[in-house]
């Protein structure tokens, strides 16, 4: 048996009162959405006061040893590892992007695979994070590409697993800087290690012992 149409969404008389209001309960469902959205502050002007990691922005990532040419590196989706302010200035640690299926860099990669996690980091595809290859820049930097519907250069975030695999790998990332900063401390206590040679004595059999005479 079939229900009205009347009778599954509420008829005109019953959901319209005066005014033109609509009254009908998924309606009003909508309305008080549209009532409690905030839009995303890391999308307006303000980005740079609310930027943190797991972010991915649209930025000009620098080539190492670039053509001659005159043409500026490519844009591209960077995941923000870090944030950190260096002398009062802002800075970011981005790292470099790719849909290329490149080989993992010492379990420093995340790929954002899943249908869910390329939509919430507003990607159009499979992207690989290489975190060991990063940059250090200012929030200032040209590098920053807005992005056409917004006034600013975050494109999403990663959400879930995505977010989870980034916190444990920017953990390894920290223990590999803490180690590096103690061997500089100890390097400039103690200074250099002299090279220790080490001779080495070949002994060749002979051949045959010369006779006794």
């Known amino acids: 048996m079939t229900r009205k149409r009347s009778q599954t969404l509420g008829c005109k008389i019953r959901r319209y009162g ?27 002007e303000d980005w740079r006061d609310h930027l943190s990691w797991g972010d991915i922005v649209s930025f000009r990532f620098p080539i190492l040893d670039p053509p001659l040419t005159d043409k500026t590196p490519k844009k591209r989706p960077c995941l923000i590892i870090d944030r950190d302010p260096k002398d ?9 992007g790719t849909s290329q299926d490149t080989r993992k860099t010492r379990g420093y990669d995340l790929a954002v695979t899943s249908q869910t996690g390329i939509l919430a980091a507003g990607l159009h595809k499979p992207t690989r994070f290489l975190c060991c290859r990063h940059v250090h820049v200012p929030l200032s ?5 807005w992005l056409a519907k917004t006034k600013s250069p975050v494109m999403g ?19 590999q ?28 059999p002979h051949a045959a012992s010369a006779p006794h005479s």
């Open 141 to 145: 930097h040209s590098g920053f590409v």
């Open 88 to 96: 009062g200035i802002p800075m970011v640690t981005i790292a470099y």
């Open 157 to 175: 975030s990663l959400q879930g697993e995505d977010l989870e695999l980034m916190s444990r790998i920017r953990a390894r990332l920290q223990t």
């Open 18 to 44: 005066s005014g033109g209001r609509c009254f009908h309960p998924q309606h009003q469902r909508s309305l008080l959405m549209l009532d409690t959205y905030h839009p995303n502050p890391k999308r307006s």
């Open 177 to 204: 800087a803490d180690s590096a900063a103690g061997l500089r401390k100890r390097r400039r206590f103690y200074g250099r290690r002299p090279i220790q040679t080490r001779s080495f004595t070949f002994i060749t």
